[in-house]
């Protein structure tokens, strides 16, 4: 049986950008987006929000040697980290202070090699419910052409009541 649909604007906190033009008001020195940790193994990639919100995450990351699988390419690993990385980044937006998201499948596929150049990451959800989403990952290259696109389920684990 399907799951209800939740109203994703019921819950969703604002928009978060790191275009200063986007929010004048906003500080770029205390852009919650650049400043933010990642985690460890992330941050290794040199993954960088450049946008986070519940409807939409961006990110760049530049390939080189230190990412590169035996045969002198980006290691599919690094693409799979990013897609699971700015999956949880807009999933967890989307469910707040409900509890929390923790990836369960990842599904990703590679479509040019790359081995040097700046890399732009896109994750979109296509499915927000009370137990799952699901979100899509795109990563393109300079030259606008896609590089790899991942699918990332997640459970959401709400937090005990009480």
């Not at 690094?78 to 599904?107: I, K, M, P, Y």
């Not at 081995?115 to 795109?138: K, Y």
Request: charged share 20%; glycine share 12%; aromatic share 6%.
């Amino acid at each position: 049986m399907p799951e209800p649909a939740e109203d994703p604007a019921a819950d969703e906190p604002a928009s978060r950008t790191a275009d200063p033009a986007a929010d004048p008001a906003a500080d770029p020195a205390a852009d919650p987006v650049a400043d933010r940790s990642l985690g460890p193994f992330a941050d290794g990639l040199g993954l960088r929000l450049t946008a986070a919100s519940a409807d939409e995450v961006t990110g760049q990351w530049e390939a080189g040697e230190h990412l590169y699988q035996p045969f002198g390419v980006l290691n599919g690993g690094a693409h799979c980290t990013v897609v699971e990385t700015l999956a949880s980044v807009g999933a967890g937006a989307w469910f707040g202070d409900r509890g929390t998201v923790v990836g369960v499948s990842n599904q990703t596929d590679f479509y040019r090699a790359v081995t040097v150049g700046a890399l732009r990451s896109r994750a979109v959800p296509i499915h927000r419910g009370r137990s799952q989403q699901v979100w899509v990952v795109e990563t393109h290259d300079a030259d606008g052409r896609l590089v790899a696109r991942g699918q990332v389920r997640l459970q959401n684990l709400a937090r005990p009541a009480g």
